[in-house]
């Protein structure tokens, strides 16, 4: 079943911003840190941004100081927001539900991607 539904990506030139969304369902947010993660063609998939229940964030260093994690608990939404977005961007971005962002377990929560393209 899925329970992580993202939205938002597109396709924008270098220098432009988009942000990102993914909503969950059931009690998955607000139990979960939220994380967003983005696999590139012949890149391994790399954790972006999460962000705990309490409003902890951590970042990649690719994208310090260009993107931002946010959550919205009335709305049960997670959000990236993308400024200053690089052509290196370019990928499919993922949310992600666990108990533990840097640790696999059959009770993480995946959505399906949403595609961010960035031109050069």
């Known amino acids: 079943q899925v329970q992580l539904v993202e939205s938002g990506g597109g396709l924008v030139q270098a220098g432009g911003s988009l942000r990102l969304s993914c909503a969950a369902s059931g009690s998955i947010f607000s139990s979960n840190t939220m994380g967003w993660y983005r696999q590139a063609p012949g890149k391994q998939r790399e954790l972006v941004a999460s962000i705990t229940t309490g409003g902890s964030t951590i970042y990649a260093n690719s994208v310090k100081g260009r993107f931002t994690i946010s959550r919205d608990n009335a709305k049960n939404t997670v959000y990236l927001q993308m400024n200053s977005l690089r052509p290196e961007d370019t990928a499919v971005y993922y949310c992600?539900?666990?108990?533990?962002?840097?640790?696999?377990?059959?009770?993480?929560?995946w959505g399906q991607g949403t595609q961010v393209t960035v031109s050069s």
């Open positions: 992600k539900a666990a108990k533990l962002m840097f640790l696999s377990s059959p009770r993480d929560y």
